[in-house]
């Protein structure tokens, strides 16, 4: 048995070291970062990410900026306020704008 408990059954200390640097690159961007892509935003927002592109598909997302063809962005700040107003609203006919798909 290895004396580091973390160390996944087959992963080498080399490899769980890199692991452990990558999560903690990834939550230093993010947590720096005022622009979050479509994947972050809905991690951020608890949405899953075919939920919160539907939301963006049907103008019911937070605004946002195209840097590029793909590359959508929206603002930490405006996510938070999106999300203080209600996000979208569950109210909504399932078809209609704004309503949350269950």
């Not at 580091?4 to 200390?13: K, R």
């Not at 049907?58 to 900026?65: C, D, I, L, N, Q």
């Not at 930490?76 to 078809?95: L, N």
């Amino acid at each position: 048995m290895r004396a580091d408990a973390n160390i996944a059954d087959g992963d080498t200390p080399l490899a769980a070291l890199m692991h452990e640097t990558a999560a903690a690159t990834v939550d230093t961007v993010l947590a720096e970062s005022e622009w979050l892509s479509s994947q972050d935003a809905a991690a951020y927002t608890g949405y899953s990410e075919q939920q919160f592109s539907d939301f963006v598909m049907r103008r019911v997302a937070p605004k946002s900026a195209l840097f590029s063809r793909n590359a959508r962005r929206f603002k930490r700040s405006d996510i938070d306020a999106w999300c203080a107003a209600g996000g979208p609203s569950p109210y909504s006919s399932k078809g209609g704008p704004g309503a949350v798909r269950r």
